[in-house]
């Protein structure tokens, strides 16, 4: 007579579902370390037209740091999801070392491809550049903090 009055059926538990988008992340970075990263580029204007070369994420020692990450941070999330939701949380540790060599990366560089720019106007440049790999790995490294973070405050 009074079902209004019953408290809702329980729902499950959202915890999970951080823990499954934190192994989700981690998949994504690990995705991202063999892409490209990096490279160089010419252009002419004589010629009309430009020349890169690319360097994936694996192929510098910070790539593989980055991989590695990944492949815990999937781990991390899969842990959580199967076993207890907040051992997702684990996931930021290597999430932010993803971040760490990320920035390594750029910072310290891999040879001379990234430290040195060529301008000689119209005829040349050549320049390094920022593939988008390195961006994605970046946003995925993020996001296996923020949702590492959630996992762990975040209320069922």
């Known amino acids: 007579m009074a079902d209004y009055l019953q408290p809702a ?19 994504l970075l690990t995705v991202c370390a063999i892409l490209p990263w990096a490279g160089l580029e010419a252009r002419s204007s004589i010629i009309g037209g430009a020349v890169a ?6 192929d510098d020692a910070f790539g593989v740091y980055t991989l590695i990450a990944g492949l815990v941070a999937l781990a991390c999330g899969l842990i959580g999801a199967l076993a207890h939701p907040r051992l997702a949380a684990l996931a ?15 910072t310290e560089g ?4 990234d430290r040195f720019t060529i301008d000689l106007g119209n005829l040349l440049s050549v320049e390094p550049v920022i593939r988008f790999g390195w961006f ?7 996001a296996v903090v ?11």
């Open 136 to 142: 994605a790995a970046l946003a995925s490294s993020v």
């Open 53 to 58: 070369s690319s360097v994936r994420g694996v």
């Open 110 to 113: 891999s040879g001379i491809q």
């Open 9 to 27: 059926p329980a729902r499950p538990s959202t915890r999970r579902g951080n823990a499954i988008s934190v192994g989700v992340a981690g998949a």
């Open 92 to 106: 930021v540790l290597p999430g932010a070392a993803g971040v760490l060599a990320l920035v390594l990366f750029v």
């Open 146 to 156: 923020v949702l590492g973070v959630l996992a762990l405050v975040r209320r069922a």
